[in-house]
């Protein structure tokens, strides 16, 4: 049975080294030393004028960038999915095709991209208020204090040390399984959508969130043939565009027309001839100026 108090996760380094950390959820001590660095940071910023949240929300709504109507839309959108997903699982109808339930998962992906979008602004700039700041002081000093090797001993000395490698694969792999363990993150949250949920399970879409069809086969959302680069296929795998006219490797076009000489009335020849290569000569160029 796992330990829900520790993970024990494989990490690849950026110089392709494999190592095996420890990541353990804070103790009640660890959490309250974490609290009053997250309370110093906060105090530091007001002195120093960073804005609150609530500061923040005021400001933007005399700047126009976010105010009632944002916010208002906002909620239009998470309505929209919410009625959406009853019509998928809750249906008058009782009995739908699976067509028709595909059209509706699909709106649902499409509104909640909409409201990614519409709420960007907003939390990109809710990131550099104080509590935003405190929160991630609070959560970088856990980090350094949770991540063990096998052996026990910490990873990290100190915070200092945590916070000039995050950009790194070991810390970066740190803070996402801690953030999974503390704040009850699903690592496979969007499979877990309701939507994907059941894209999943009428075989619309494979584990990988890859839209397939029936034979498992890679296709877009409306069902025409890719592969794994993304290239629309013909029935016979042959490369071709959106609307099945055939291309290239390269990705251009291969001509169905002929085309005529203006003067002679022949037909011209559009392929492009392979470039013969230069042979070079293995024997050393003479040199006039060289003494015998």
Known sequence: MANPKEKIVDVTLDNGDKVTIKVIKPTNRLNSRAQRIGATVWTQCIQDGVMTKQELMQLMENKGIWGKAEQNKQDEIQADIAGLEKQLFINKKKKIKVSEAKGIAMKMKEKRIELRDHIAKRLELEGNTAEALSDNAKFDFLVANCTLWENGNKVYNNLDEYQDSGDDSLAFTAAATLAEMIYAIDSEFE???????????????????????????????????????????????????????????????????????????????????????????QEPEENSDTES
Not at 204 to 222: L, T
Not at 235 to 254: A, C, I, K, M, W
Request: no cysteine.
């Open 191 to 281: 499979k877990a959508l309701p939507e994907n949920a059941f894209l999943r399970a009428a075989g619309i879409i494979n584990d990988e969130m890859q839209y397939v069809d029936k034979d498992g086969n890679r296709v877009d959302s409306k069902g025409k043939k890719i592969n794994d680069l993304g290239w629309y296929l013909d029935d016979d795998g042959n490369r071709v565009d959106v609307d099945g006219n055939p291309l290239n490797e390269n990705g251009t076009f291969v001509a169905q027309v002929s085309y005529i000489d203006d003067e002679t009335g022949e037909e011209v020849s559009i392929e492009a001839e392979p470039e013969e290569e230069e042979e070079t000569s």
